[in-house]
């Protein structure tokens, strides 16, 4: 669990105007939430790749990549439709 | 002494409404096996429906993050998320309130939410078995996604307490039982879109055969490793069966990997179901 990334997540998900205040200044955003710069940069390029690599909650991932309008498999490299079966 | 009419488990995907597509006959073959649930609710006309599912943080937030949740009060909103549609639905609030108290009495540490918020954990099996939204309602959480998780023996419990209450309902209330979650799946990982069917086929084995001891022996861990993070919401299917035990019939299973998802529809406990 990274609590500091998972707030960051859902201060972008849920406080009007952040993640447009981040992406116009993002050191400043990423110094407010208390993350590095990356998290902050990786969370508003919606690469969730590097978000789940840092412990991200994978709900708020889904969430951020609704958010973003993100196929999350596709992003994550599973063609849609075609995962995987164990 | 209110009855058990009839108690399902179902998967709670949002896709298998947003990806709904007709023209395919295995989203069909879903979508039939909803729709003969939903047939018998109509004909059931259940007093009150109770859905045992799980927390995707969309209701709740860590700033106070409940393991089991009782919505009171007297609505509930669905939210709207993941394409399902937004709706009021009535609370069963006489049924809610006997269930906290019940179960804070009996050292079941319930939380409660008032006026609750539901996603589409609740709100897609409610859209598919009741679209009317008019049939008043008991969500029940289970903390299924953020660790540490409950051990499922608590799940099983918590299914008991809901048999013991309905027991001490006014006579002949009719009560639906609804667990919705799972089956296999990864959410929000490079796994995304896998299904374990080997996990979900002795899971349904577990259901047909109304064998509790099976579930109740899984460790939440080892379901996350095998069979993914979403994985662990068969816990609510597991509630519902210990409140209603008995043999199950699966409807219908799809290792539908465009839904992400193991998706499966049983009536659970189905000796006692019409």
């Known amino acids: 669990m990274n609590v500091e990334l998972d707030t960051l997540l859902q201060r972008l998900l849920r406080e009007a105007g952040f993640l447009?205040?981040?992406?116009?200044?993002?050191?400043?955003?990423?110094?407010?939430?208390?993350?590095?710069?990356?998290?902050?940069?990786?969370?508003?390029?919606?690469?969730?790749?590097?978000?789940?690599?840092?412990?991200?909650?994978?709900?708020?991932?889904?969430?951020?990549?609704?958010?973003?309008?993100?196929?999350?498999?596709?992003?994550?490299?599973?063609?849609?439709?075609?995962?995987?079966?164990? | 002494?209110?009855?058990?009419?009839?108690?399902?488990?179902?998967?709670?995907?949002?896709?298998?409404?947003?990806?709904?597509?007709?023209?395919?006959?295995?989203h069909r073959t879903v979508h039939e096996a909803f729709a003969k649930l939903r047939a018998e609710v109509a004909s059931l006309s259940p007093d009150v429906i109770v859905v045992v599912s799980s927390e995707h943080l969309n209701s709740f937030r860590f700033d106070c993050f409940?393991?089991?949740?009782?919505?009171?009060?007297?609505?509930?909103?669905?939210?709207?998320?993941?394409?399902?549609?937004?709706?009021?639905?009535?609370?069963?609030?006489?049924?809610?309130?006997?269930l906290l108290e019940e179960g804070v009495g009996a050292g079941f540490d319930l939380a409660f939410s008032v006026d609750p918020q539901l996603d589409h954990a609740f709100m897609t099996p409610l859209t598919l078995l009741r679209p009317e939204m008019d049939l008043p309602v008991v969500p029940v959480w289970q903390n299924?996604?953020?660790e540490p998780l409950p051990p499922l023996w608590r799940a099983a419990q918590l299914g008991r307490l809901l048999?013991?209450?309905i027991a001490?309902?006014?006579?002949?209330?009719?009560?639906?039982?609804?667990?919705?979650?799972?089956?296999s799946h990864w959410v929000g990982t490079?796994?995304?879109?896998?299904?374990?069917?080997?996990?979900?086929?002795?899971?349904?084995?577990?259901v047909r055969g109304g064998d509790l001891e099976t579930i109740v022996a899984m460790k939440?861990?080892?379901?996350?490793d095998e069979a993914g993070n979403g994985a662990p919401e068969i816990r609510n299917w597991l509630t519902v069966m210990a409140a209603h035990p008995g043999r199950g019939e699966v409807l219908t299973y799809e290792p539908m990997r465009e839904w992400a998802t193991g998706i499966a529809v049983a009536r659970l406990g189905s000796e006692g179901n019409p």
Do not use: W
Request: proline content about 7%; aromatic content about 4%.
């Open chain 1, 20 to 86: 447009e205040k981040s992406r116009a200044r993002p050191q400043a955003s990423a110094e407010l939430a208390g993350v590095p710069l990356s998290d902050l940069t990786a969370a508003i390029e919606g690469d969730l790749v590097a978000l789940h690599e840092r412990g991200g909650h994978p709900l708020l991932i889904m969430q951020l990549a609704g958010a973003l309008g993100i196929d999350p498999m596709g992003r994550f490299g599973a063609p849609s439709g075609e995962g995987p079966t164990p």
């Open chain 2, 1 to 26: 002494m209110g009855v058990v009419v009839a108690a399902y488990g179902v998967s709670h995907t949002a896709m298998i409404i947003r990806k709904f597509r007709p023209e395919d006959a295995v």
């Open chain 2, 66 to 98: 409940p393991q089991m949740c009782v919505g009171i009060g007297n609505t509930c909103t669905g939210l709207g998320d993941g394409g399902v549609a937004a709706a009021k639905i009535p609370l069963a609030s006489d049924f809610a309130g006997m």
């Open chain 2, 144 to 146: 299924a996604s953020t």
């Open chain 2, 163 to 165: 048999a013991a209450v």
């Open chain 2, 168 to 183: 001490q309902r006014p006579k002949d209330e009719r009560v639906l039982l609804v667990g919705a979650g799972g089956l």
């Open chain 2, 190 to 206: 490079p796994q995304m879109g896998a299904i374990n069917v080997h996990f979900d086929t002795t899971f349904l084995n577990a």
């Open chain 2, 220 to 224: 939440s861990d080892d379901i996350r």
